[in-house]
């Protein structure tokens, strides 16, 4: 009778190629859309929310589960059991024993992001249908995953058995708790996506308007689709003696499902975010050409001058609001502000020049400069809004 050929202990070295694939883009993204979505929140709005600070932890679940997986794999994740070795195979068995009780707290505060973000935006009051049943939800949601975490911890009695069987006890089937967890995330995922949309077709708004913003929340298909297959992958396994090879997928499917609730809680924050970064980059290429065309605008000048001086002044004035001395513009003339003071530090304004009609007496001229942060409400005329960004050191 031949030996059994020796194992090979080429897993402790090498993680599986998937894991490090879904791992890294998983992380990746879920770390950009949490940036965007708390430089949009603290910067731009500034109006930070619960939703944001259960999303961050649930970003550094997320990181902590990633840890685990890639750990699992060191320890034969991936690798037909029989191919283990028995010491890989008790620190594998500890390893899904532990992200099966992160997965609980994890996946919750994943889902209590998505909630919060849904008071906020459609129940803001307690008035509305909406908010008590987003409550009751979000109740329901922590007791399903407090009694799995709870059942996930005492798996085995004593917990010893769970990595080694030759110690006195029983234990139950842990893949029944895994099934049913995964039959009510798909659930809850269908509801936290059908939820808003139905909320926002109610709106009275443009029917684009509704489209757009149904898309943002759709995103949370991609959510659904993880919890799927994750089911799928739980329905495979539930009587399977091959634990390190059949769990391996379930790694994979669980970041992808925690990543899209962390994508899908963060897109709102996206419309934003991408107004103020293109006005931001169309400031910075506006610099750029100014700058580069800096020798023409020089010698553009004296012509220019000339131009406006030669210019008739026989027609219909203009009033400036800021001019003191009660002298008039014309129509057709140009209009030039006074030269200012020495500017010393940095600041970012915004000065906004409206033409109105005055009466009989034509168009009201009104320059309202140096208006920081303010609204402006819509007008009658022609609005011409300038940014300027000033920057100057000190001296």
């Not at 513009?329 to 020049?353: I, K, N, Q, R």
């Amino acid at each position: 009778m031949a030996s059994p050929s020796p194992l090979s202990y080429d897993y402790r070295h090498s993680p599986q190629f998937w894991d490090v694939v879904t791992q890294t883009v998983c992380l990746t993204v879920s770390t950009g859309f949490v940036a965007m979505r708390l430089y949009s929140k603290f910067h731009i709005t500034k109006a930070p929310g619960w939703d944001d600070w259960t999303c961050c932890l649930a970003w550094f679940g997320l990181i902590g589960y990633v840890v685990l997986a890639f750990e699992a794999d060191r320890h034969g994740s991936g690798v037909h059991q029989w191919e283990v070795d028995a010491s890989d195979l008790r620190e594998f068995s500890k390893l899904a024993n532990a992200s099966q009780i992160l997965y609980g707290p994890l996946i919750f505060l994943t889902k209590l992001s998505i909630f919060l973000l849904y008071v906020r935006v459609f129940a803001p009051s307690a008035k509305c249908n909406p908010f008590w049943f987003i409550q009751v939800l979000i109740g329901l949601n922590f007791l399903f995953y407090l009694a799995d975490t709870i059942v996930k911890i005492c798996e085995c009695t004593p917990r010893a058995r769970i990595w080694d069987k030759n110690v006195p006890g029983h234990c139950i089937n842990v893949n029944i708790p895994i099934l049913v967890t995964s039959i009510v995330n798909v659930v809850s995922d269908l509801m936290m996506l059908l939820m808003p949309i139905r909320c926002v077709w109610r709106l009275q708004i443009p029917v684009r308007q509704k489209i757009g913003i149904s898309a943002i929340f759709a995103a949370g298909i991609f959510g659904c689709i993880a919890s799927i297959m994750r089911l799928v992958v739980s329905i495979g396994n539930s009587d399977t003696p091959d634990k390190t090879y059949d769990w391996f997928p379930e790694f994979l499917w669980t970041t992808a499902e925690i990543t899209s609730g962390i994508v899908a809680s963060s897109l709102p924050a996206l419309p934003s975010f991408y107004r103020h970064t293109s006005q931001k980059a169309k400031a910075l290429l506006m610099s750029i050409s100014t700058g580069s065309l800096a020798t023409f605008m020089k010698k553009s000048a004296s012509a220019s001058n000339a131009s406006r001086a030669r210019q008739s002044i026989s027609r219909h004035p203009w009033h400036s609001a800021l001019d003191r001395s009660g002298s008039n513009l014309v129509s057709g003339s140009d209009w030039e502000m006074g030269e200012v003071g020495p500017f010393h530090g940095t600041c970012y304004t915004t000065t906004e020049a409206t033409a109105e009609r005055d009466g009989e007496r034509g168009f009201h001229l009104n320059v309202d400069g140096l208006r920081v942060g303010e609204e402006c409400g819509p007008r009658a005329g022609i609005l011409k809004i300038v940014e300027v960004d000033v920057e100057s050191g000190p001296g």
